[in-house]
């Protein structure tokens, strides 16, 4: 069964920092491109990063210099550093799969995701 588990959100003031991680089980992520995705309350559900299955990386602009999408293949997980959040960060975070040799911040061309985390952004 194919599943992917997000963790490491949680309350973080201004400034802070927080790496979040997606693992992935009952296939490898070798062949997969990974995206970040959020959601705040009352928005629709943007791409924040994604990296392919070759790992070239694809940003959006307001988190370009203080997000960081990594994989581990040999761990099967792909993580997102977050660094000098904002409370414009605030949402719940999915991460999502697509078996590609490239990435892009469409929701709609991703097939697996996961179930969420929180992120907090507050003082």
């Known amino acids: 069964q194919l599943q992917l588990v997000e963790s490491g959100g949680g309350l973080v003031q201004p400034g802070g920092s927080l790496r979040l991680s997606c693992a992935a089980s009952?296939?490898?992520?070798?062949?997969?491109?990974i995206g970040w995705f959020r959601q705040a309350p009352g928005k629709e559900r943007e791409g924040v990063s994604c990296?392919?299955?070759?790992?070239?990386?694809n940003t959006r602009d307001s988190v370009k210099g203080r997000f960081t999408i990594s994989r581990d293949n040999a761990k099967n997980t792909v993580y997102l550093q977050m660094n000098s959040l904002k409370p414009d960060d605030t949402a719940v975070y999915y991460c999502?799969?697509?078996?590609?040799?490239?990435?892009?911040?469409?929701?709609?061309?991703?097939?697996?995701w996961g179930q969420g985390t929180q992120v907090t952004v507050s003082s």
């Open positions: 999502a799969a697509h078996r590609d040799r490239f990435c892009v911040l469409l929701r709609g061309s991703y097939d697996y």
């Open positions: 009952g296939f490898s992520l070798d062949y997969y491109s």
């Open positions: 990296i392919s299955s070759i790992g070239l990386t």
